[in-house]
């Protein structure tokens, strides 16, 4: 079912409300700033009705009668999203700064730009959000647009290159998402040790990796699993990154919907201190009886749905939970549980105290200009696109083109000239797309042809006819179709798993070439393929995401050289769909990852090239040993052996050696993206703590540091390791106890 039913949130209905300078003249102890948090909600609470806590359930918890004006949700995965194919701005969709996909984003192994990134959307937010000229009607009212709870970033992690929304994470490993969903966070929230300019709501919480049937399927896996893979990038965005709230996933796990699962607060709340909103997804809560059959009727279903830890409804709830109040399968306590939850958030937020004291209240007043049409913004989109392209291939150093060289240039694919924009994508205030950007970039003393395909054969009488040939492939983000279909198999979206990762336009990429060899693959795509032929026989290929307004600008500045690409990949690029395990199958032990699999990739995780060298030399670390509660400090010496600046992704690995438990073959436990110029040598420091080297241990409930001896790998990807080093590691004195 298409989530727009879900997603009335993007709307913080005011309708008569007013803010805090009007409230009664009565002081409520809640209007106290000063006071603490904690103690402001139990004022809130002891006096509000029934009604009202029923009410303060759905997506805007206010309180009119009090003068207490909460806020809505908003998408915002790659941007804030106020228009885009799924039309989030209600058919007067607002203008906003949109980046790469999050895969895209993730591919620029790069925190402090997705913080940038995130920046720019909570601004935005906070922006619509507060700028009077932004009201709608909605069912023949007035309303207010935006709001300032915002759906980012997605944690899911992707286990399997089938998912349909594979183009919403960041990758397959744990560690890396977390960083990145922890910068994300960071960056929607902002600096200010009192307030926060968005909160960052994460979604879906938890293992929530396949489409098809994803309304009642169950994600299977073990307690382990649970802690040191599936839940590690949403802990991390919460301790990290400061995210206090997510979405409940719509599937299972062991067999209990995600949206009642205790893990909701036996993690969440108890392990993590998780203090914010926990909301169920679109009608996820009725689907607990419709689906998943769990409950038999609605009443008890939100019963339990409160009782799991859920504080807001994405569906119509209001009827079941009078009727489990009326009859004491819940009571107001249960209510105010939760509740507490949604205005701890909202007071983070500072719309419950005195404008003066937000620092974030001046943004979109007194005739500010639109943010995404500023400079700065802008910058920002060019800047994460361009550090999240990989460069795949580059056989005789085709690229960089020197344009001073060519004199014809043909651009052909479905791909060249439009920039696709995705489910949860918002409306751009312009679009650069690859074809736009290489004229820019030649000007007017190159000739650049176009052909979409091959039709007539027009794209290899193009490529023929051209110096080079850049051909443009990939998938369509929304399959180029309505709600629930998706006609090539190896496209995917919302709600449709892929079935096929094999790119049925390499047909046209093979055409090209056979008119000529000087052939640049541009591999526009939400995911993963198995573009075998084209590894094979064609020189040079980049791969990119889609969404970015800049796109065409970022593609071109790494094609001609203006910007060395070191995106890196952040999943492991299949050969065959044949080497994927079954996809319901979230046991990652079983081939999934770069932790688990054993075949040999298309492109290892962690893979891409420049168009400079760089040597590693001298790993050492700060200490030979690391006990259970210390850290050390691993140092390498990089060196930039080409002839141009360019940057370079220094990953670091850990192998258990003696480990008593089953461990995967390598982790990745630190990365650092550093810029040297050419013949520059740098020393990249990165820590490394006992902690992360931690396995859960499941007869004592926790976290233990074991006595082994680990190997540290530094290198270029998972599976190109330039230099190891050993070192032995301190048990925690705990851990001989909890192994009796």
Known sequence: MRLLVGYLGLLCVLLTMVGPAAIAAEKYPFQDPDRPIEERIDNILSLMTRDEKIACLGRSPSVPRLGIVGCGHVEGLHGLAMGGPSNWGRNSPITTTQFPQAIGMAETWDPEVIRQAGAVE???ARYVFQNEHYYGDFRGRRVKKGGLVVRAPNADLGRDIRWGRNEECYGEDPYLCGTLAAAMSHGLQGDDPK????????????????????????????????????????????????????MASYNAYNGVPCTVQ????DVALKQWGLRGIICTDANAFRQTVTDHKYYPDLKTAVAGTIKAGISQFLDRYDEPLREALDDGSLTEQDLDDVLRRNFWVMIR???????????????????????????????????????SIVLLKNDGKLLPIDKTKVKSIAVIGPSAAEVFLDWYSGTPPYAVSPLDGIRDKVGPGVHVTYAADNTNEVAATAARLADVAIVCVGNHPTCNAEWGKCPCESDGKEGIDRRSITLEQEELVKAVYAANKNTI?????????????????????????????????ALADVLFGDVNPAGRLVQTWRRSIDDLPPMLDY??????????????????????????????????????????????????????????????????????????VDRPQRELKGFQRVSLAAGETKTVELPLSATMLAYWD???????????????LIG????????????????????SESAK
């Open 521 to 553: 693959v541009v591999l526009v795509s939400s995911f993963p393929f198995a573009i075998n032929w084209t590894q094979e026989n064609v020189p040079a290929i980049v791969h990119l995401a889609h969404n970015c307004q800049e796109t065409g600008h």
């Open 698 to 712: 499941v007869n004592a409930g926790h976290f233990t540091v074991e006595a082994d001896k680990i190997d540290i």
């Open 122 to 124: 909570g601004y935005e």
């Open 587 to 660: 046991d990652i032990r079983h081939g999934r990852t770069y932790m688990y699999f054993r075949g040999e990739p298309l492109y290892p995780f962690g893979y891409g090239l420049s168009y400079t060298t760089f040597d590693y030399s001298n790993l050492r670390t700060s200490a030979d040993t690391v006990a259970a509660d210390g850290r050390l400090t691993v140092s390498v010496d990089l060196k930039n052996t080409g002839e141009r600046a360019g940057e370079e992704v220094v990953e670091m690995y850990v192998k258990h050696v003696d480990s008593t």
């Open 195 to 246: 307030y926060w300019q968005t909160a960052s709501l994460m979604k879906h919480f938890l293992a929530n990796s396949n489409e098809n049937g994803r309304e009642h399927t169950s994600s299977d896996f073990d307690e382990r699993l649970l802690q040191e893979y599936y839940s590690v990038p949403f802990r991390m965005g919460c301790l990290d990154g400061g995210s206090n709230c997510f």
């Open 716 to 735: 270029r990807s998972a599976a190109d390791i330039a230099l190891t080093k050993t070192i032995d590691v301190k048990p925690d004195p705990s851990a």
């Open 262 to 265: 205790p893990i909701l607060r």
């Open 349 to 387: 937020l500072g719309l419950l105290d005195p404008p003066e004291q937000v620092p974030f209240n001046h943004i979109g007043r007194d005739g500010e200009t639109e943010p995404w049409n500023s400079p700065k913004h802008q910058s920002v989109a060019r800047l994460v696109a361009q550090k």
